[in-house]
């Protein structure tokens, strides 16, 4: 495990400048026809900022080259392009990273970068802390503390981008070519800012992600599921673990507001679902609790007539986690079971663990701003 120096901070108080970073094209090209120096042609400016921020991820205007000088000093003298301090960043072993990032609130969240041969997926969190309280996950033993918004999203896959040495946008082979909403909190209880940072993501002439390379998951906001389907069109996944209320209603206790029945219903009519876009269901491996081949069989029960598919996550335990990892045998015997039944059951292969960086191991100390801010 490495630990890097972090980049350079920026003070915990609201920036004098506002960031263009996170504003929408139609944003943009407003704020550029209030800004005088740009107001005779602002859909044009809009455009060349546009390119010099997500495709060349420029953190200075003297870069922009495009534009004039008198430009160039006078936005810089009236905006930021400034990234949340990166108040640390460790790599693991098997070269997952991860970034702490520090806001300009002083809250912090974290991202994280799985690498394969020629690509990878960044985990971008889209709350500080989570609004949920799943048993088996670290992140929701931290109180939640305030939905991110979405320039700190957006800048959780630059700076990812930054550190990756992919600018400007590569058109072939990234080293980020696929990203995940999988991070702290629960996407879909901050829908609004997560969509308008994936728009920005999958835009061809920005960051420039297909949103077949996007998974969102939830843990079952079912009202909001239909939403994702209709206005964003990227791959969902499902935090499932369980396959009885009675079950989910202990270990993921959002189930007690959307049972399962309700949660199957909602998959089964997920705009654009087919062989080609199937749902992935996430299925943590709880040594005596979720593992039995009882379980398996309702499982697959469960799922008939969705195109699935089952990720089985082996538990990645943190300090005072309440559950053990299922054993390996058991595991082969579980997913094993599905295959026979037709459903694709790999087994996620652990990475990042030596630096908690792993699926369920996420956390920030920002419970302590909220504590001291509220003064308890």
Known sequence: ??????????????????????????ELVAEMAAFAPAADRPKLRARQ???WIYAQG???????????????????????????????HQVSTDGTQKWLLRFADGNEA????????????LCVSSQVGCTLTCRFCHTGTQRWVRNLTTPEMVAQVMIARDSLGEWPTPADRRLLSNIVMMGMGEPLYNFDNV??????????????????????????????IPRVGRELGVRLAISLHAVTDELRDRIVPLNRKYPIAELMQACRDYPGLSNAKRITFEYVMLKGVNDRLTDAKALVGLLAGIPAKVNLIPF?????????????????????????????????????????AACGQLRSMSERVRKAASGG
Not at 195 to 201: C, P, Q, V
Request: proline share 8%; aromatic share 4%; hydrophobic share 45%.
């Open 195 to 224: 969509a308008k940072a994936l728009h920005i993501a999958m835009d061809k002439e920005g960051l420039g992600l297909s949103k077949r390379r996007i998974t969102l998951s939830t843990a079952g906001v079912v009202p909001m």
């Open 110 to 121: 974290e991202s994280v970068h799985i690498p394969e041969s020629d690509r990878g997926a």
């Open 58 to 88: 420029a953190t200075d205007f003297s870069a922009m080259t495009t534009l004039s000088r008198t430009l160039r000093e006078a936005l810089a003298q009236a905006y930021d392009l400034a990234r949340p301090e990166v108040a640390r």
């Open 1 to 26: 495990m490495a630990t890097l120096p972090s980049t350079e901070p920026i003070a915990l108080t609201e920036p004098a400048r506002p960031s263009l970073i996170g504003l929408s094209r139609d």
């Open 316 to 356: 990645n335990p943190w300090p005072g986690a309440p559950f053990e990892c299922s054993s390996a045998a058991v595991i082969t015997a579980f997913a094993d079971h599905l295959s026979a039944a037709n459903l694709s059951a790999p087994v996620r292969t652990p990475r990042g663990r030596d630096i908690l």
């Open 49 to 51: 900022l546009w390119h």
